[in-house]
C-alpha cells in the first residue's frame, strides 16, 4: 500500500496529509473498488473511507467520510458489506450466508476423537485453553472403548457438526448444553449414537450411549440425538442406546428419533421427564418450528425396561411435555407405546399414531395426558388396539378454533377411548372407517365426558361395529355458534344398545340447551333392527337424560327398552378378565352374546390377547372358524407374520373377484404390501405407477385410505386429507370453517423426475392467487433454495431443477398464512 505509517503515535499519514487513526482500521479488509479506489471500512461501522489513485499515491486523495452507512451489527458473527465487482455502490447490505460464517468463524477444533478410557471433561478438558465453552467446526468422535462425561459446559457445533458414538463407547452430558453456532446462526447436525444393527449384539455396553441429564439442553439441531446413521438406510448402525432424564430440547427440527431397533436387544432406552420446546430455528430452518419432537419408527414400547422393550416414557421428575412442534410425538409402525403424563401444548398435532406396513397390531396406550392449543390432540391412522383413556383435552377450554380435533381417527379399528374429558373441542372425536372390526367410545366406569363441543362425535364412513355407550354430553353454555349436536351420523353406524339385560342400553347422558337436540344422521345404509331408518338407538327408560332429543327422526329410530338406568348400568369386567384369560371359555362367552358390536369387541379383545401372550396359530385357528368379513380383515396380517403367503393371497383373492370400490382398493394396496413381504422389498423403493395408485387411494372415502396415506407419510413426508362430503340438511349443521389450519394437498410430477424438471399443483380450500414460499434442501439439511412466487390454485407450476445433481431433497411448500409441509423429491 502507497501509505506511510507515522512513528511514534502509530496515525496513518496519506500523500494529502490526513491523518486518520489507524486503530479505526485494524479489522477491515481492504477492497479496491470498480472505480479504482481503495476502500477502508471503519471500525465505528458509520462510515467507509476510501484513497484514489492509489496507483500514483502522491496524487491520491483520502477521504475519511467517503460513505456513511449502517451496517448491521454482528450479523453472523462478521460485518458484511457489499462488494464493488459487480458495481454495487455498498449501500446495499446483505447478510453473509450461513456457510460463509461457518468459514470464517473461530473455532477451538475442527474435529475432536476423543481419547480411549474414561475421562470427565468440564474447565479441565482437551477441547480448549480451560473454558467452560468449547466450539467444534466438524465431528466430536466418541470411539470405541472411549467413556466420556462432559459436565457444565457449553459445546458449540459447526453447520455440519455433529457427535458421533460408537458401539462400545458412551457420551454423557451432565448439565451441558449442545448447540450450533449463536454468531452465525446455524443449526448442527446432532448426536448419531451407532449400535450393532439390525440384528446386533444383545448388551447395552456393547452399544452406542448416550446418556444426558442433570437439565442439560440440546438445541438447534437438525436431528437432537438418534439411536442410529442420520442415513437410516444403514442398517447396521442401527440400536444405539438412549437414556435422556431431565434434559430440554430446544428448537431441534427433530428432538429424539428412534429408527427401527436391534431385534436381539436385551436393553431399554428411555426418556424421562424431559422438555421438548419450540420457537424459531436457526439455518437452514430459519423462521420454521421444530416438525417432530418425538420420531418413533418400528419400535416397541412398554411400561418398564425389559428384553425386547426398545423405548419408555418415565415420569421420575415430572410430566414429560411437548411445546410448539408440527408433530409432538409421532409413532410410526410402532407397537405397545405406553405413553402417560405428559403434557402438548401448541401443537399441529399431539400425537400422530400410524401403521404403514406393518403386521403387528400397534396397541399403544396413551393415557392421562393433557392437550392444550393442539389443532389435533391424537391422531390414529390405520392403527390397531390403541387404549386412549383419562386424557384431558383442551384443559382450559381456550377457543374451538386453537382445539380442532381431540382424536382423529381414521381407519383405526380395535382401539378403546375412554374416561376422557374434552372441553370445548371443535370435534371431541371423528371416527372415520373403523369398518367391520370397529372399536369402542366408552367405558365401564362412566364413559367419556363431552362438554360444550360443536359436535361430541362426528361418525364418517363405515363404522358398522364402532360402540358409543355411557358417555356425557354437556350442551348448556356454549354460545349458539359452537354448537352443532352431540352427535353426528354421516355414514354407516351399527345400532347402538340392545334389549334384555340391565348393561344393555346404550347408557349415553344428554344436557342441552332449550332448543338444542343431541342425534343428526344423514340418510345411509338401512339397520338390520330398524329397517324403515339407518340407525337405531336403544335407551334406557329413566332417567330423563338418557332420552335423546333428534333433529333427523326420519333416519333414526329411538327404541324405549324398559330399562331404567342406575349406577351399575356402566359397569362391568373386560371380557378376558371375566373369562379369567382362559381362550376356550372366552370363545363360549363370546358365542352367547347376542350384541353384534359388543360380540365383535369381545373378538378385538381376544385376539388382541393370543397376540400378547405370542400365540398367533390360535388365534388364526379362531378366526378361521369364524371367517366373517371382520375376521379376515384380522386373519390377513397374521398370515404374513407366521410367512403364510399363499394363505394370504388366497384370502386377499376375495376381494379381487369384487367390484366394489371398498374391496377393490383394499385389493390393490394389500397385492403391493404382500408382494413386498413376499419380496423381501421396501416401500422406500416402490415404483412410480404404485406410487399413483397410492395415491389415488390416500385420497378416497374407503377403509384403505388410511394406510394408504400412512405409506405415502412415511416414504415421501407427504401428508393427505381425506376429503370428506359436505354435510347435508339445515345449514347449521355444515362443517365449520378451518380457519386455514388444515394442509392444502400438493404433488409433484414427475417423482423421480429424470431430468429435474417437475410440476407443482395444489388442493386447496380457497380459489384467489396467493404468496407461496418454495424451499429445497439437500439431505444434509443444506438449504438449496428460498424463493418466494405467486401461487394460483387453479394453474400448476412448472419448475426447473435441471442445475441440481441427482439425488434425494427435501421440498418445502409455504402457503401463506399455513403451516408448513414437506415431500420428498427425488432428481434421478
Known amino acids: 500500500m502507497y501509505l506511510r505509517v507515522q512513528v511514534p503515535n502509530g496515525n496513518v499519514t496519506p500523500m494529502n496529509g490526513i491523518i486518520p487513526k489507524a486503530d479505526d482500521f485494524q479489522y477491515s479488509q481492504i477492497e479496491l473498488g470498480y472505480d479504482g479506489k481503495l476502500y477502508f471500512p471503519a471500525k465505528t461501522l458509520n462510515r467507509i473511507a476510501s484513497f484514489s489513485n492509489p496507483d500514483n499515491p502522491a496524487s491520491g486523495v483520502w477521504d475519511d467520510n467517503a460513505i456513511l452507512i449502517t451496517l448491521p451489527s454482528n450479523a453472523f458473527g462478521i460485518n458484511p458489506i457489499t462488494d464493488q465487482i459487480d458495481g454495487e455502490d455498498y449501500l446495499n447490505i446483505f447478510n453473509a450466508t450461513a456457510e460463509c460464517c461457518n468459514f470464517n468463524a473461530v473455532w477451538d477444533q475442527l474435529d475432536f476423537i476423543a481419547p480411549t478410557g474414561s475421562h470427565t471433561w468440564d474447565l479441565s478438558n482437551p477441547l480448549n485453553n480451560g473454558s467452560s465453552i468449547a466450539r467444534i467446526k466438524g465431528t466430536l468422535h466418541i470411539p470405541s472403548g472411549s467413556h466420556i462425561t462432559i459436565q457444565n459446559m457449553e459445546l458449540r457445533f459447526g453447520l455440519d457438526g455433529k457427535i458421533r458414538i460408537e458401539p462400545d463407547a458412551s457420551l454423557t452430558i451432565d448439565g451441558t448444553k449442545l448447540t450450533g453456532n449463536a454468531n452465525c446462526s446455524n443449526m448442527w447436525l446432532g448426536v448419531e449414537v451407532i449400535g450393532t444393527g439390525i440384528t446386533g449384539l444383545p448388551d447395552q455396553i456393547e452399544q452406542g450411549q448416550f446418556i444426558s441429564q442433570n437439565h442439560s439442553i440440546i438445541e438447534q439441531a437438525i436431528v437432537g440425538v438418534i439411536n442410529g446413521n442420520f442415513n437410516t438406510n444403514l442398517t447396521n448402525e442401527y ?17 429424539i428419533k428412534m429408527w427401527n431397533r436391534n431385534k436381539n436387544a436385551e436393553y ?5 421427564s424431559c422438555t421438548f420446546t419450540g420457537s424459531t430455528s436457526w439455518q437452514p430452518y430459519s423462521s420454521i418450528r421444530p416438525v417432530e419432537h418425538v420420531a418413533l419408527v418400528d419400535v416397541i414400547g412398554g411400561h418398564s425396561s425389559l428384553p425386547g422393550i426398545d423405548i419408555v416414557f418415565r415420569n421420575t421428575y415430572g410430566r414429560n411435555t411437548f411445546i410448539n412442534a408440527d408433530y409432538g410425538v409421532g409413532c410410526l409402525n410402532t407397537r405397545n407405546i405406553i405413553l402417560n403424563f405428559a403434557d402438548f401444548t401448541g401443537c399441529g398435532t399431539g400425537i400422530w399414531a400410524g401403521i404403514a406396513n406393518s403386521v403387528n397390531p400397534s396397541a399403544s396406550k396413551f393415557e392421562y395426558l393433557v392437550f392444550e392449543d393442539c389443532h389435533t390432540s391424537i391422531r390414529l391412522m390405520n392403527t390397531n388396539g390403541d387404549i386412549i383413556g383419562d386424557n384431558v383435552f383442551n384443559r382450559f377450554s381456550n377457543p374451538q378454533h386453537l382445539n380442532f380435533f381431540g382424536v382423529f381417527a381414521e381407519g383405526a379399528r380395535g382401539f378403546k377411548i375412554v374416561d376422557n374429558t374434552f372441553n370445548r373441542m371443535r370435534y371431541g372425536v371423528w ?22 363441543c360443536w359436535r361430541g362425535i362426528d361418525c364418517r364412513g363405515d363404522n358398522q361395529n364402532l360402540q358409543i355407550k355411557c358417555n356425557t354430553f354437556n350442551n348448556v353454555n356454549q354460545p349458539g355458534n359452537e354448537f352443532s349436536t352431540a352427535w353426528y351420523i354421516g355414514g354407516d353406524l351399527g345400532d347402538q344398545g340392545s334389549t334384555g339385560c340391565p348393561t344393555c342400553p346404550a347408557g349415553n347422558v344428554f344436557f342441552r340447551a332449550p332448543g338444542r337436540m343431541d342425534l343428526y344422521a344423514e340418510p345411509g345404509v338401512p339397520s338390520t333392527q330398524c329397517p324403515a331408518t339407518n340407525f337405531c338407538y336403544f335407551r334406557n327408560s329413566q332417567p330423563p337424560s338418557v332420552i335423546p332429543l333428534l333433529y333427523t327422526p326420519v333416519t333414526i329410530f329411538v327404541d324405549d327398552t324398559q330399562i331404567p338406568k342406575t349406577a351399575s348400568s356402566c359397569v362391568g369386567q373386560q371380557m378376558m378378565a371375566m373369562a379369567g384369560n382362559d381362550p376356550g371359555l372366552a370363545q363360549n362367552i363370546i358365542t352367547s352374546e347376542q350384541d353384534q358390536i359388543k360380540q365383535q369387541l369381545m ?20 378366526l378361521e372358524q369364524r371367517n366373517d368379513e371382520a375376521s379376515k380383515k384380522l386373519l390377513l396380517p397374521l398370515y404374513l407374520k407366521e410367512g403364510e403367503i399363499s394363505n394370504a393371497r388366497m384370502l386377499l383373492n376375495e376381494h379381487c373377484l369384487k367390484n366394489d370400490d371398498e374391496s377393490q382398493t383394499y385389493c390393490h394396496l394389500n397385492t403391493m404390501l404382500i408382494d413386498w413381504y413376499d419380496n423381501g422389498l421396501s416401500p422406500f423403493y416402490m415404483t412410480y405407477s404404485e406410487r399413483l395408485i397410492l395415491e389415488e387411494i390416500a385420497n378416497g372415502l374407503t377403509t384403505s385410505a388410511a394406510q394408504a396415506q400412512a405409506l405415502l407419510k412415511m416414504v415421501y413426508e407427504a401428508e393427505i386429507e381425506v376429503w370428506h362430503p359436505s354435510d347435508t340438511g339445515n345449514a347449521r349443521m355444515a362443517r365449520p370453517d378451518h380457519y386455514q389450519t388444515d394442509l392444502p394437498r400438493i404433488r409433484i410430477h414427475p417423482n423421480p423426475s429424470q431430468n429435474g424438471r417437475i410440476t407443482l399443483s395444489a388442493t386447496t380450500s380457497f380459489e384467489d392467487k396467493t404468496e407461496a414460499l418454495i424451499r429445497i434442501y439437500d439431505m444434509k439439511s443444506q438449504l438449496i433454495e428460498d424463493r418466494y412466487l405467486e401461487f394460483d390454485p387453479e394453474k400448476s407450476l412448472e419448475l426447473n431443477y435441471e442445475n441440481l445433481p441427482k439425488g434425494i431433497y427435501v421440498f418445502e411448500f409455504i402457503l401463506k398464512g399455513y403451516p408448513s409441509i414437506h415431500q420428498k423429491m427425488i432428481i434421478q
Open 603 to 622: 373378538v378385538n379383545e381376544l385376539i388382541a390377547w393370543y397376540q400378547v401372550e405370542a400365540m398367533e396359530v390360535e388365534a388364526i385357528d379362531y
Open 268 to 272: 431399554t432406552s428411555e426418556i424421562n
Open 431 to 452: 371416527c372415520n372407517n373403523s369398518g367391520s372390526v370397529g372399536g369402542s367410545i366408552s367405558s365401564n366406569n362412566g364413559g367419556n365426558i363431552f362438554n360444550e
Open 239 to 255: 440400536g444405539g442406546f438412549i437414556s435422556c432424564t431431565q434434559t430440554t430440547f430446544n428448537n431441534c427440527h427433530f428432538g
